[in-house]
């Protein structure tokens, strides 16, 4: 089967640091993306990383281990903003576009 | 407007009834995706296609047809909708597949579908 696990909830006050963790067992790997989706609102893009090593945009970075299918986002200077729910999707299949498959979400509370 | 965008917005309606939800993007990506989300669940697909005229089936198809006789429309069917089919529905476009389009999917506002 394939399967992505990330924690369901974390919790952190603006200006720190949070990590949020993304394992995968998945029968192909093309590449790890990261999606933030604000309550009421829809997906949106933040990352990718098809190979290892992190990767950074602005205040947000994204690092992936493929031996140990495991990989991370990490959200620097918290803002009140960044208070949303953040997908990990794989790319499991190759030559067939787009075909993700989602983790179940992490919702990401940042408070004062 | 450019983008992508779905129709309704919200809709409520009752056990048994056909409903079709649509969805029209104008970038005219070739691939397109329907999700549903539901708590605890994140985003399952259940249909995608990849050009028009060409569609299979995601995690969750049964009970839900789709079609897509043009690149730019992507409609959801529920045949006979069940109260288990209350969710909120996301359509999705990505670019051709190879390079960004691989990995970066563009998702409509959803539709919020409530079977009573």
């Known amino acids: 089967g394939q399967s992505l696990e990330q924690p369901s909830e974390v919790t952190a006050v603006e200006g720190a640091i949070v990590q949020i963790n993304c394992t995968y067992q998945?029968?192909?790997?093309?590449?790890l993306s990261w999606y933030q989706q604000h309550d009421g609102g829809a997906p949106t893009f933040l990352s990718y990383?098809?190979?290892?090593g992190l990767e950074e945009t602005g205040r947000f970075s994204s690092f992936l281990s493929r031996s140990d299918s495991y990989g991370y986002l990490l959200l620097q200077e918290l803002q009140m903003k960044d208070s949303a729910s953040y997908f990990c999707?794989?790319?499991?299949?190759?030559?067939?576009?787009?075909?993700?498959?989602f983790g179940q979400g992490t919702e990401l509370s940042v408070k004062p | 407007d450019a983008g992508i965008t779905q129709s309704p917005r919200y809709k409520i309606t009752e056990t048994g009834r056909q409903v079709t939800l649509m969805c029209h993007q104008t970038?005219?990506?070739?691939?397109m995706f329907w999700y549903r989300q539901d708590l605890g669940h994140g985003l399952r697909l259940i249909y995608y296609?990849?050009?028009?005229?060409?569609?299979d089936k995601g995690e969750v198809p049964d009970g839900y047809v789709v079609s897509r006789s043009k690149t730019e429309n992507f409609p959801l069917t529920l045949e006979s909708a069940t109260r288990s089919q209350t969710s909120v529905y996301f359509c999705?476009?990505?670019?051709?597949?190879?390079?960004?389009?691989?990995?970066?999917?563009?998702f409509g506002p959803g539709t919020r579908l409530t079977v009573t």
């Open positions: 990383n098809g190979l290892d």
């Open positions: 970038w005219s990506h070739s691939y």
């Open positions: 999707a794989v790319r499991a299949f190759y030559n067939q576009g787009g075909k993700l498959i």
């Open positions: 999705a476009s990505s670019d051709t597949g190879t390079g960004r389009g691989a990995y970066e999917q563009y």
């Open positions: 296609s990849a050009a028009a005229d060409i569609t």
């Open positions: 998945t029968s192909g790997f093309y590449g």
